[in-house]
């Protein structure tokens, strides 16, 4: 069972800039399509990111492209989230996802039930 772990949120003001660190338990590189997620009070989780398994593809929720991005760190196991331009809306606690998916060249954040395995979550607060 592949084990999923976020740190780097926090509290920050509009404007500023936050990195977020996926740490998975195994490997990832061409097994695991590697996604985030975030779920701000009384709302629905809604995809932020992916970074597909071969690693040719990455994927952007409107709300964030151009200021968001997603990299991967091959040799750790590490995906990471790089948020620039933070704005209040991006308030939320912030979810590290993995599916399944063997040498895929796409991926998407439209469909939440794809991905199995989740991490606890790391809370981002942006002040205006």
């Known amino acids: 069972q592949l084990q999923l772990v976020e740190s780097g949120g926090g509290p920050v003001q509009t404007g500023g800039s936050l990195r977020l660190s996926c740490a998975a338990s195994?490997?990832?590189?061409?097994?695991?399509?590697i996604a985030w997620f975030r779920q701000a009070p009384g709302k629905e989780r809604e995809g932020v990111s992916c970074f597909s398994s071969s690693g040719t593809s990455t994927e952007y929720a409107d709300s964030v492209r151009g200021r968001f991005t997603i990299s991967r760190d091959n040799t750790k196991n590490m995906v990471y989230l790089e948020m620039n331009s933070l704005k209040p809306e991006d308030t939320g606690t912030y979810y590290c996802?993995?599916?399944?998916?063997?040498?895929?060249?796409?991926?998407?954040?439209?469909?939440?039930?794809?991905?199995?395995?989740w991490g606890q979550g790391t809370q981002v607060t942006v002040s205006s």
């Open positions: 195994g490997r990832i590189v061409d097994y695991y399509v």
């Open positions: 996802a993995a599916d399944w998916n063997p040498q895929s060249t796409t991926c998407t954040v439209l469909r939440k039930g794809r991905y199995r395995h």
